[in-house]
Structures are given as C-alpha cells and as structure tokens.
C-alpha cells in the first residue's frame, strides 16, 4: 500500500496533462461547430462535437500513457518496487485516470450543450455521443484502455521503443484504415480500398457475434498473459 501512495503521488501529473489535452480538443471542437453553423449549416441543428472530441482524446491519452510503460517501469524500480507491486500499482492508476478523463469530458459535454442553448436558442441538439452511450459502454472503454496501455508498456520493455513503435504506430490507424474500406466497398468501388472492405466484411461473415467475442475476450486474455510474462522477465534495475 505504501508503494501505491507513493507510485500514485509520482504520477498524479499524468491526468493534469491528459486534462489539459481534452480542453484543447474540446475547444477546437467548439470552434468547428460555431464555424460550421455561421458558414455551412442551413439547418436549426447542432452537435457536440467538443465533448466527443474530449472523450476522444481520453482513449488517445490513455494510448499516449501506454507509450511510457518502459520508462514508468524503470522509474518504479528505482523506488524499490517490485514487479508484481507494478503489475498491480500502474493498470490501477490507468482506470483511475480513465474515469477522471470520462468525467471531465462528460462535464465539458454538458457545458457544451447549455452554450449552444443560449447561442442558438430553439435549435435542436442532433450529435451528443454521451447521449449514445449506454452504461455498459463505460466498463468497456476503460477495461480496453487499461489493458492497451499494459500491454504497450510490456511491448517497450520486451522490444525497445523501435520495435514498440512498428506495432503502436499501425495499431492506431488500423481502425481508420478498416472503417474507410468498409466504407468503400458498401459504395460499391473497386479500389484497393474497397478490396480491403469486403475482405473485412467477408472474415466477419465467418463467424457469429457470439463467437467473435469469444475469440476477442481469448486474444486480450492472450495479450495479458503475454504481457505479464514481459514483466516478469524484464531486469529489476534503475
């Protein structure tokens, strides 16, 4: 416990940081609806688009942390931590500034929509993504984001950051790259993109929804075994 304390007091600056970048994102994404509605819009609508642009820079911040597993590993070390103290302290501190991150994109979501209310009095709210969101949704997004930033950490340690970044770097636009595909290949083209689309489309069409959540609950398990493993071997020095 005492380790906790004092791992969570190095580290409380992680969230302040992470804080500071939903701001920027949430004003930008302010800035983009006020643009959008003075030059664009013909319709009496509006979105939230700065709050999901917060929630969207809690999961990127998350990703962000996990990319200073290897050092946050070396720096608990010299405090005389042991392994098995970090596989519990650090996952630990993740969800804590997880849920911080959620609810302050959740606070500047709503204060979002009572600015649009009083600048565009009548007008109906169209796009809220914490509106979309059901409970269950939550538990989800912090679990996957817990669990990429171990296992990123393990990846630094069992690889070096080279190698750490042939897999991070791809890992953050393979879900660009696939939603833009499948998006291509419902238009019906015949790019490579669109190639790429129905062969996504066609792998998932081999098995159930049941099934496939199987197979992604055994993976992450894999990735967390793996990871421990990492952990377990990486040398215990400063």
Known sequence: MKFFVKYLKVNRNSVLVMMRFQAGLFLMGVLMVLAINAFINDDQDYGAIGGMMALMATLFGGLVRGSGGMNRYRMAVSMGQTRHSYMLADPVITVLNTMIGIAFAWLLD??????????????????????????????IFILAICILDFCFGALQIRFGNKGFAAVWFPLCFLP??????????????????????????FLIGLLSPAAWLTVLIAFLLGLIVLSVLCYRKAEVRA
Not at 116 to 134: H, T
């Open 110 to 139: 709503k204060f979002e929509i009572w600015l649009y209310s009083i600048l565009y009095p009548g007008w109906e709210l169209d796009l809220d993504v914490f509106g979309i969101m059901q409970w269950w949704y939550y538990p």
């Open 176 to 201: 660009m790259l696939v939603s833009s595909s499948v998006e291509a290949a419902k238009e019906g083209g015949s790019s490579l993109l669109a190639q790429i689309g129905r062969g996504v489309a």
